[in-house]
Nanobody
Framework: QVQLVESGGGLVQAGGSLRLSCAAS????????MGWYRQAPGKQRELVAR???????NYADSVKGRFTISRDNAKNTVYLQMDSLKSEDTAVYYC?????????WGQGTQVTVSS
């Protein structure tokens, strides 16, 4: 059984920073893409950033230049460094990962940015 557990969410003022972590655990043979998504109240879940096993990344236009995704393959962990946060970044942030050929999701972590 594979699990993804996010951490690092919380309340921050606009202009501040947070770092989210997502650790994969269980019986893991391979991890390909890992990513972060977010869902704000009343809105659909949207891609924030993705990183593939080779290290290539892509970002939503709304976070380019402010957010950085990275991964530590030895720890089976993906990170999302969020800087210059805005009120519109408020959402539940979810990580997902293509692990052992299947897509898994974490339970989500709340990020609230106060203006």
């Amino acid at each position: 059984q594979v699990q993804l557990v996010e951490s690092g969410g919380g309340l921050v003022q606009a202009g501040g920073s947070l770092r989210l972590s997502c650790a994969a655990s269980g019986t893991i043979f391979s991890i390909n893409d890992m990513g972060w998504y977010r869902q704000a109240p009343g809105k659909q879940r949207e891609l924030v950033a993705r990183i593939i096993s080779g290290g290539s990344t892509n970002y939503a236009d709304s976070v380019k230049g402010r957010f950085t995704i990275s991964r530590d393959n030895a720890k089976n962990t993906v990170y999302l460094q969020m800087d210059s946060l805005k009120s519109e970044d408020t959402a539940v942030y979810y990580c997902n990962g293509l692990i052992n050929g299947r897509l898994y999701w974490g339970q989500g972590t709340q990020v609230t940015v106060s203006s």
